[in-house]
């Protein structure tokens, strides 16, 4: 069994900064892919970052944060990141970190078996 909590929500302005981290516990998890999500009030949960298990940490990212969002791991301590640059309101969600049982991420939440509880970030205009 896995165990994911995240941290580091908040509320900050447009322009703003925020990071997000996800800690694991429960079993190793340093071969699998993780990943990032978010659900807004009245949309389905989106794709944000995804990082492989490999060594590089391979990083995918949906245009709509491409260039902003920077997901990262520190595999030593069971961590994954997620640094948010100049972030808009259209940011603002329940941010989910996943865990999928494979090495590779997927893009859609039906890929990952565990979810942690979500932590919200608001950005004001």
């Known amino acids: 069994q896995v165990h994911l909590v995240e941290s580091g929500g908040g509320s900050v302005q447009a322009g703003g900064s925020l990071r997000l981290s996800c800690v694991a516990s429960?079993?190793?998890?340093?071969?699998?892919?993780m990943g990032w999500f978010r659900q807004a009030p009245g949309k389905e949960r989106e794709f944000v970052a995804s990082?492989?298990?490999?060594?590089?940490?391979?990083?995918r990212y949906p245009d709509s944060v491409r260039g902003r969002f920077t997901i990262s791991r520190d595999k030593a301590r069971d961590t994954m990141n997620l640094q948010m640059n100049s972030l808009k309101p259209e940011d603002t969600a329940v941010y989910y970190c996943?865990?999928?049982?494979?090495?590779?991420?997927?893009?859609?939440?039906?890929?990952?078996?565990?979810w942690g509880q979500g932590t919200q970030v608001t950005v004001s205009s």
């Open positions: 996943a865990l999928r049982q494979d090495f590779y991420p997927g893009q859609e939440s039906g890929d990952y078996e565990y």
């Open positions: 429960g079993r190793t998890f340093r071969r699998y892919a």
């Open positions: 990082i492989s298990g490999s060594e590089r940490g391979d990083a």
